[in-house]
């Protein structure tokens, strides 16, 4: 799977120092989750060819999706979180806004 953003882009989302690599397996691994992700939600493919191929609008949608799914990952651990307030966090609604944007309707 080709994904539209690098371990890089992903790092300068989270504000990691590009020399800093403590945390490079652990944003690699949520790079290929949130990958797998888009996939099955969007229903569309990174490694498409011909008539189902990405367009660039498309592949710079997937790109922005992926980049703030992994920047939850990182930030929250967790899917959800409770605060001391009772609060409950989910899911930025911004991906599922994005991923409504690219996603192949279905019957």
């Known amino acids: 799977m ?3 953003i690098t371990l890089n882009d992903a790092k ?6 590009l020399a800093d ?3 490079d397996a652990l944003l690699q691994s949520y790079l290929v989750v949130a990958g797998a992700m888009f996939e099955q939600l969007s229903k569309r493919s990174f490694d498409a060819t ?3 191929e990405l367009t660039a ?5 997937a790109g922005q999706w992926l980049l703030l799914m992994v920047a939850h990952f990182y930030e929250t651990r967790q899917p959800v979180i409770t605060d001391v307030r009772a609060v409950t966090v989910e899911v930025p ?3 599922d ?3 409504d944007l690219i996603r192949v309707p279905t019957l």
């Open 50 to 52: 011909g008539d189902e």
């Open 57 to 61: 609008n498309e592949l710079a949608i």
């Open 21 to 23: 690599t403590a945390e």
């Open 97 to 99: 806004f994005l991923m």
């Open 2 to 4: 080709a994904l539209p």
């Open 12 to 17: 300068a989302q989270c504000r990691i120092p």
């Open 93 to 95: 609604k911004t991906l």
